[in-house]
């Protein structure tokens, strides 16, 4: 959401059409990066039976993005 200029990040409910309709077409996110937002919803929907494998993997995978997003 801080990509798109937004002060409040869509709720999860709404997150898909956002992705969809506005920040993959704006260029915001790229596809992989809507991949895992979408994935963490999923799984955040799950959280009480989602294997640590998963989870790990994740947040490996979140933890590039964020890297990616923040300059060193």
């Not at 200029?5 to 309709?21: H, N």
């Not at 640590?52 to 994740?58: A, I, Q, T, V």
């Not at 995978?61 to 997003?69: I, M, N, R, S």
Request: proline share 7%; aromatic share 4%; glycine share 10%.
């Amino acid at each position: 959401a801080v990509r798109a200029d937004r002060e409040i990040a869509p709720t999860p409910q709404q997150a898909g059409v956002w992705l969809f309709g506005e920040a993959l077409p704006k260029g915001v996110l790229t596809q992989d990066q809507a991949g895992l937002v979408m994935r963490a919803i999923a799984l955040a929907q799950g959280a009480d039976v989602v294997p640590d494998l998963m989870l790990r993997g994740l947040a490996d995978d979140v933890g590039a993005f964020v890297a990616e997003a923040i300059p060193a």
